[in-house]
């Protein structure tokens, strides 16, 4: 790795800073001003007049002149490997899209291939302004190895699938706690794992039940599809008699340590469910409206105080990972559901993509807002750049409705800077493009052969 990475202490001077404070209150403060990073974390916070940061110590100062300096965006739902998949299958529904064209190709995967796809992924996350993605797919020590080079922070879950056999469902737990035994708190505590049961229609109720227990037993999240399509709803209330939301918290699964991807189609018992238990959301739009599954309740999930997070998924579905493109998709979605333009403002959202996120994945004490003590994942945004002027007096607005990734100048993660100035530090752009070329290539012969 290069000699950024060893940076010990940095300062960046005269930003304009973009802060999202608590996940409760609709509190995003901004002001012009200096922030001090010692080692991983922010050691110190000026205001403008206030006394000038000392920088004796001090090994690198970024200008922050003409820039806005937030935290880093937290992505929550995505399978990065599959950004070898990009583009594999568009323009049909869930069901078809996953049973005819998803699953026969990622029979081929191994680890060498997900590795290739998650480097393709980081690199674009990185680019564009992420610093946090919760992640669930195959061959995950793969992909921590990724996250572990790369310098950006990710949770990691194996993706669980049994369809009730048995065997099958003792390797998924066996993969997936090998998984947390061999990575959880790895990579300078950038890498958290949790456990991934795939959804309620693919996983069995002894599987579903299991991860509960297990889940308490290494005290690790879980991460869940729920709720995504009318399909699936159908299909659980025919097997099990209930909505999912319903028929988890029968079995006793639910509790404040409970990610639920989609949430698209909840009953208002349902939402009571999500409430009491503290469950969190994580809202997808760009793919829930790319696979016509549906529009999800945010607006009225924030009222009643749900934490809801922003995520991506995978780009099969998307088809990119640019948080900037889902905060405006997000917030537009819900302002034409509600035919009520005040529907999901532009510090709602911006909170959806970076505290929301913190707090779904347990992380609120270490990300997410600028806090002296918190870890500096951080990222500056070149506000000189001509989609973003004039400067709207509200910053939130233009980094919502006018921003998009390529905007980023300066990413920064875990005290370490990743990107400056447009340059990838620890990646090398082209020869992971072209690597992951290759593999998609040998991914699709093999899928041709196995036909
Ligand atoms: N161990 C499992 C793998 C599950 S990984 C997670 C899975 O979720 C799939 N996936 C991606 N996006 C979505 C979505 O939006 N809804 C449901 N599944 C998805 C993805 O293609 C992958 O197969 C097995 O043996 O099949
Ligand atoms: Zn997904």
Not at 232 to 249: M, S
Not at 342 to 363: V, Y
């Amino acid at each position: 790795m290069g000699d950024t990475m060893e940076t010990k202490n940095i300062l960046i001077k005269n930003a304009t800073i973009l802060n999202p404070k608590s996940a409760e209150k609709d509190n995003i403060e901004s002001f012009k001003g200096d922030l001090l990073i010692e080692n991983d974390k922010i050691a110190e916070i000026s205001k403008k007049n206030e006394e000038l940061i000392n920088s004796k110590g001090v090994e690198k100062i970024i200008d922050g002149k003409n820039k806005i300096l937030m935290p880093g965006l937290i992505n929550t739902h995505t399978h990065i490997s599959m950004n070898l998949l990009r583009g594999l299958a568009d323009d049909m529904a869930l069901d078809e899209w996953l049973n005819n064209h998803i699953w026969p190709t990622e029979a081929g995967l191994n680890g060498e291939y997900c590795y290739d796809g998650a480097l393709l992924a980081i690199t674009e996350m990185i680019k564009s302004g992420t610093t946090t993605f919760n992640d669930m797919y195959f061959f995950m020590e793969d992909v921590a190895k990724a996250v572990n080079e790369s310098g950006i922070r990710g949770c990691l879950s194996y993706g669980m699938i049994d369809f009730g056999d048995e065997e099958k469902r003792e390797n998924e737990f066996k993969e997936n706690i090998k998984l947390i035994k061999n990575c959880n708190d790895t990579a300078e505590g950038r890498i958290k794992t949790f456990f991934g049961p795939h959804a309620t229609f693919t996983a069995s109720k002894e599987l579903l039940e299991r991860v509960r227990y297990e889940a308490n037993k290494y005290n690790v999240g879980i991460h869940i599809h729920m709720n995504e399509t009318k399909k699936e709803i159908e299909d659980v209330k025919e097997a099990t008699g209930k909505l999912p939301f319903e028929y988890l918290e029968d079995i006793g699964f639910l509790n404040s340590d409970v990610l639920a991807a989609h949430g698209v189609w909840l009953s208002k018992e349902e939402i009571e469910i999500i409430k009491k238990r503290d469950v969190k959301i994580s809202h997808n739009p760009c793919s829930n409206m790319k696979l016509a599954s549906g529009i999800a309740p945010v607006q009225e999930l924030l009222s009643k105080n749900v934490c809801v997070g922003l995520g991506t998924d995978s780009v099969a579905s998307n088809n990119n990972l640019d948080m900037f493109e889902e905060m405006k998709f997000a917030s537009l979605l819900q302002k034409v559901n509600n035919m009520n333009p005040e529907s999901l403002n532009s510090n709602q959202t911006i909170k959806m993509a970076t505290i929301n996120g913190a707090n779904a994945l347990n992380l609120e004490k270490e990300v997410g807002s600028i806090e002296i003590g918190k870890k500096a994942d951080l990222i500056l945004i070149d506000n000189k750049s001509v989609n973003l002027n004039p400067m709207s007096e509200k910053i939130s607005s233009n980094l919502v409705y006018a921003a998009n990734g390529s905007n980023v100048n300066t990413t920064i993660c875990n005290g370490k800077i990743l990107m400056e100035d447009k340059k990838l530090i620890t990646l090398n752009e082209s020869k992971i493009i072209e690597k992951a070329n290759k593999s998609i290539k040998e991914l699709k012969e093999i899928r041709e052969e196995s036909k």
